[in-house]
Nanobody, 114 residues
Framework: QAQLMESGGGSVQTGGSLRLSCVAS????????MAWFRESTEIIHIGSDG??FYTDSVKGRFTASRDNAENTLYLQMNSLKPEDTAMYYC?????????????WGRGTQVTVSS
């Protein structure tokens, strides 16, 4: 059974950094799209070929990377702002189609204080 597990959330002050991780298990291969959601909003996705999408609010501050050998998706968050405070969820699609996600982690909380 395919599963996703996030980790790395926490509390930081404005301007601080956090690194989120999402470990995928139970997938038959690595040929699927993965994404990070902030609450219900997709902020980043990264395809199996490494192609990426970043929403405007995180461009230049957040970086996603993917280690297919470790089945892990990362989110490096720098220059954090109070408005970044939210639950962050990892998602994965069945295929490399980044328009629909069938698998979700339970989320990890990020809190940024001013």
């Amino acid at each position: 059974q395919a599963q996703l597990m996030e980790s790395g959330g926490g509390s930081v002050q404005t301007g601080g950094s956090l690194r989120l991780s999402c470990v995928a298990s139970g997938f038959a291969n690595n040929r699927y799209c993965m994404a990070w959601f902030r609450e219900s909003t997709e902020i980043i996705h990264i395809g199996s070929d490494g192609s990426t999408f970043y929403t405007d609010s995180v461009k230049g501050r957040f970086t996603a990377s993917r280690d297919n050998a470790e089945n892990t998706l990362y989110l490096q968050m720098n220059s954090l702002k109070p408005e970044d405070t939210a639950m962050y969820y990892c998602a994965a699609a069945r295929t490399n189609d980044c328009n629909s996600y069938e698998y979700w982690g339970r989320g990890t909380q990020v809190t940024v204080s001013s």
